[in-house]
């Protein structure tokens, strides 16, 4: 007779860890609709009690999914924590094969559709786009600077932001029509009028 545990145990930051990871793959396979307990319980290996336990609910897992899929993205942007990026490599990061895989494109619209009926998940969406903005702003005033140019940092990087999110949701659309490549230059067509090469830099 095999008396082995269903689960097996696991210190509570890595069985939490495991959670979001689980909660990344099912929105990647099937979006939101795929976000179920049953689902994510299934993925991680674990209890549908754990969710709960860690994290309040479902609604709170999904807040945590969404902080993970930032830290992701903005991994890409800041590989090297000990060294600030350069404003063309911020650029290059935005359109690298990377984020231009299927995976991120339908975690990323399950999200964003959550945003809006998910006041937890909005929370979270504004805290961490917050930090986004406010890398992107840090990287225009650093190139500006550089430069010698005087620019309105922070009323650059929104634009930039929102240019840099509609060419990729729109790369992954119709790639055909808007290639990468393509994409990456609309945002330096943004950027080197008011700040000069971007790439020299």
Not at 95 to 113: C, H, K, T
Not at 131 to 137: Q, S
Not at 139 to 168: N, Q, T, Y
Not at 184 to 192: G, Y
Request: net charge neutral; aromatic share 8%; hydrophobic share 50%.
């Amino acid at each position: 007779m095999n008396d082995a545990p269903r689960f097996r145990r696991y210190a509570p930051e890595v069985r939490a860890a495991m959670l979001v990871e689980a909660g990344l793959a099912c929105l990647a396979r099937g979006g939101i609709t795929a976000f179920t307990v049953d689902n994510i319980c299934r993925e991680a290996g674990a209890s549908r009690g754990l969710i709960a336990h860690h994290f309040g609910g479902k609604d709170g897992l999904l807040a945590a999914v969404y902080a993970a899929a930032y830290r992701n993205f903005l991994g890409l942007f800041l590989p090297d924590e000990d060294r600030d990026p350069t404003l063309a490599e911020l650029v290059d990061a935005a359109f690298s094969e990377d984020l231009f895989r299927r995976d991120p494109l339908n975690i990323w619209l399950a999200l964003w559709g959550e945003v809006a009926v998910n006041p937890a998940l909005r929370a979270e969406h504004r805290a961490q786009y917050a930090r986004y903005l406010a890398r992107v702003e840090a990287a225009i005033r650093r190139h500006a600077a550089a430069r010698g140019r005087s620019v309105d940092a922070a009323g650059l990087a929104f634009p930039l932001v929102a240019l840099i999110d509609g060419l990729w949701l729109e790369a992954h659309i119709d790639p055909e029509k808007l290639s990468p490549a393509r994409a990456k230059m609309a945002a330096l067509a943004l950027l080197e009028p008011a700040l000069g090469p971007i790439a020299a830099c």
